[in-house]
């Protein structure tokens, strides 16, 4: 899910937690804990899986970052059936994947170094102690330990298809909540994109199809988004990506998730063939001037 930031969730009122319950934490490296998931390929599909809010694991040290079990377990800590649905697509269709393995509360790997929700205080109402007081710093050294080693991964992923001959194809898999602020969400799936429709057009009509299915465009959230997961490594890099969010009451369970992966299992080789989606071509961005990023 990508959660668009609001004035209430910049703003937190200081006086209203006590640092003291917040877990301590060090530089440790060694402490066994992986930022993230790679599944390598078994066939050469063209189509790479990412998974940016798979997990809401978190490293020992930062404990459960002063916030009770149950909140890790909303939405704020993850997207609820991602990951299920990104490991089932992967086995489907012999597709490489990466998955994040930490809390989008740790750090979001689908925001921009320099985005001011890179390292949220405050997310959907509740107060993360252990964010409280993060500095510079402490940003910089989330960045290092986590947020940069999900993208030098993806990053080595394109470029090893790339340099295989391959044209990869980016297809994020997110979810979102049925009811945001009271206002229940039509939608059974959303499409993201930004100025490159040639994955998404294609894919959205292929879900309409049926029948059966509201489809978002472009909502419940915009897909032009400076910086994040898509546009550094597909819109930066002239590559065909679209993000997929799925409404989470859909995918709750293994169920849900499994029947995701089959329908868009059966809808995406026909899409991966179309000769369009085997170029490497740059359409820019409504946020602006793209600016190619690296890790």
Known sequence: MMLRRTEDDIAVDAAVLDLDTVPTHDDRAGDG??????????????????????????????GTLGLPASELERHIGYDIGAAGIARELAGLLGAPAVLSHFSRLLIDPNRGEDDPTLVMRLSDGAIVPGNRHVDA??????????HRPYHQ???????DALAAGLIPVLLSI??????????????HAGLLWDLDERFARP??????????????????????LRNDCLYRHGTARGLPH?????RQDLIADEAGQRAWAERLAALLPAILARPELNEQTFYGSRTGIVVPISA
């Open 33 to 62: 804990f992986e930022p993230i998931e790679i599944i390598p390929a078994v066939a050469s599909t063209g189509l790479l899986l990412l998974c940016d809010h798979a997990s809401n694991a978190l490293p020992p040290e930062y």
């Open 137 to 146: 710093a402490e940003v910089e050294r989330r960045i290092a330990r986590f």
């Open 153 to 159: 991964a993806i990053e080595r992923t394109i470029d």
């Open 174 to 187: 997110h979810s979102f909540t049925p009811v945001w602020r009271g206002v229940p969400r039509p939608w």
């Open 203 to 224: 894919l959205i009509e292929a879900l309409e199809a049926p029948g059966d299915l509201i489809v978002g465009d472009n909502e419940p959230y915009d897909g032009a």
């Open 242 to 246: 679209v993000l997929v969010e799925i």
